[in-house]
Nanobody, 115 residues
Framework: QVQLVESGGGLVQAGGSLRLSCAAS????????MGWYRQAPGKQRELVAI???????TYADSVKGRFTISRDNTANTVFLQMNSLKPEDTAVYYC?????????WGQGTQVTVSS
């Protein structure tokens, strides 16, 4: 089992920045990929960014050049630096960890970008 706890969400004006953190605990040695997803009201949950244990990354087209995902394997923590935020980035952001064939989710953190 893996437990994930997110932090760092909040309210920010358009053009501003936020940094999300997600700390993993439990059977962390089994984790390979970690990432961030988001879900806006009335929409499906979508991928934002993922990072493999070795460091390779994948981003949604909508956040490329604005968001940066990083990972501290020693601290079992993944970060999402979000710059140049737009109102359409408003959503609940969920941390995700993949361990073998299992996927784990955090409780979510709200990010609200005002225009």
């Amino acid at each position: 089992q893996v437990q994930l706890v997110e932090s760092g969400g909040g309210l920010v004006q358009a053009g501003g920045s936020l940094r999300l953190s997600c700390a993993a605990s439990g059977s962390t040695w089994r984790i390979n990929a970690m990432g961030w997803y988001r879900q806006a009201p009335g929409k499906q949950r979508e991928l934002v960014a993922i990072i493999a244990r070795a460091g390779s990354t994948t981003y949604a087209d909508s956040v490329k050049g604005r968001f940066t995902i990083s990972r501290d394997n020693t601290a079992n923590t993944v970060f999402l630096q979000m710059n140049s935020l737009k109102p359409e980035d408003t959503a609940v952001y969920y941390c995700n960890a993949v361990s073998g064939i299992a996927a784990y989710w955090g409780q979510g953190t709200q990010v609200t970008v005002s225009s």
